[in-house]
């Protein structure tokens, strides 16, 4: 059985920092090539950020030199440090294998202008 866990959320001004956390078990998480993802109000969830089983990453343009992924196999775990957030990556934030499995509840970021 897939479980997937998001954390760290929250609230937050323009220009501020967040660090989601994922904890993901039931997979090999060593295996997967793993992803952030984001589902804002009215849009579709999309891909932000992946990261593969030996820590290449890839990261949309409209996240790219804000957002970094990173992830601790030992503890398998995902990371996404966000940095000079927007209004605009106000979002539920989702962390899933790649293709993904079971989803996870998310975790609303919220940025404040």
């Known amino acids: 059985q897939v479980q997937i866990v998001e954390s760290g959320g929250g609230l937050v001004q323009a220009g501020g920092s967040l660090r989601l956390s994922c904890a993901a078990s039931g997979i090999y998480f060593r295996l997967n090539v793993m992803g952030w993802y984001r589902q804002a109000p009215g849009k579709q969830r999309e891909l932000v950020a992946r990261?593969?089983?030996?820590?290449?990453?890839n990261y949309a343009d409209s996240v790219k030199g804000r957002f970094t992924i990173s992830r601790d196999n030992a503890k398998n775990t995902v990371y996404l440090q966000m940095n000079s957030l927007k209004p605009e990556d106000t979002a539920v934030y989702y962390c899933?294998?790649?293709?993904?499995?079971?989803w996870g509840q998310g975790t609303q970021v919220t940025v404040s202008s």
């Open positions: 990261t593969t089983s030996d820590h290449i990453t």
């Open positions: 899933n294998a790649i293709p993904p499995t079971n």
